[in-house]
């Protein structure tokens, strides 16, 4: 059973410029959550995707945004990168059901802002 | 809200001694918790965790936790350590009693296993 993948595993963006991430769940999971892990702040609760609805939403800023496919993909987006979006940001699928169930990770992809 | 403490930041032990990661929450009327393990250039993987019932639970790795709501904690033991063990360790709160798959993160404790 595949994991869950993301892509790129590493990008080095500059300032100003816009990023879109990519993660495909494993199969049959709905959900899909979005997570920055940074040095200094650790990691955050960015979004979570649910049959294509946002479910849920952290305290980032409009230029963090997200959306899910039919088929449960999902792709984050940050627009205007600023020099702390720096990160490694993970993407976590699961089942989705009522009570919190085990959260599968990918291994992120990390971004760089110069 | 939900707030997850994890007061050690980094945990020597040498191989083959015991370890307690500690990691203490803000009380909530249904909380669910969790303690996550992230190998290097790794993403993190569930270590164990609790939704009800006995308030001791158990991962497959020899990993074990207990659930204390008087004292909000949640803490992390196991009676020996291997080097292989030597990896970030995390402490999570459901943030919302389970109705979503927001989880509230500690700021990681590093366990570094010394031969």
């Known amino acids: 059973k595949a994991g869950v993948t993301q892509t790129p595993r590493y990008l080095i963006k500059t300032r100003g410029q816009q990023v879109t991430l990519s993660c495909s769940p494993i199969s049959g999971h709905r959900s899909v959550s979005w997570y920055q892990q940074t040095p200094g702040q650790g990691l955050q609760f960015l979004f979570e995707?649910?049959?294509?609805?946002?479910?849920n939403k952290g305290n980032f800023p409009g230029r963090f945004s997200g959306r899910q496919f039919s088929n449960s993909r999902s792709e984050m987006n940050v627009s205007t990168l600023e020099l702390g979006d720096s990160a490694l940001y993970l993407c976590?699928?699961?089942?989705?059901?009522?009570?919190?169930?085990?959260?599968?990770f990918g291994e992120g992809s990390r971004l760089t802002v110069l | 809200a939900q707030s997850v403490t994890q007061l050690d930041s980094q945990v020597p032990v040498f191989e083959e001694a015991p370890v307690e990661l500690r990691c203490n929450y803000s009380s909530s009327v249904s909380v669910y918790l969790f303690w996550y393990v992230q190998y290097p250039n790794q993403g993190l993987q569930l270590l164990l965790k609790y939704l009800s019932g006995s308030t001791l639970v158990e991962s497959i790795n020899g990993f074990e936790a207990e659930f204390n709501k008087s004292q909000t904690s949640f803490h992390l033991r196991k009676p020996s350590v291997h080097i292989s063990d030597t990896a970030e360790y995390f402490c999570a709160v459901s943030d919302d009693g389970g109705a979503t798959n927001k989880l509230i993160f500690g700021t990681g404790t590093l366990l570094a296993v010394q031969p």
């Open positions: 995707y649910f049959s294509e609805t946002q479910r």
């Open positions: 976590a699928s699961s089942l989705g059901g009522t009570t919190p169930g085990e959260l599968f």
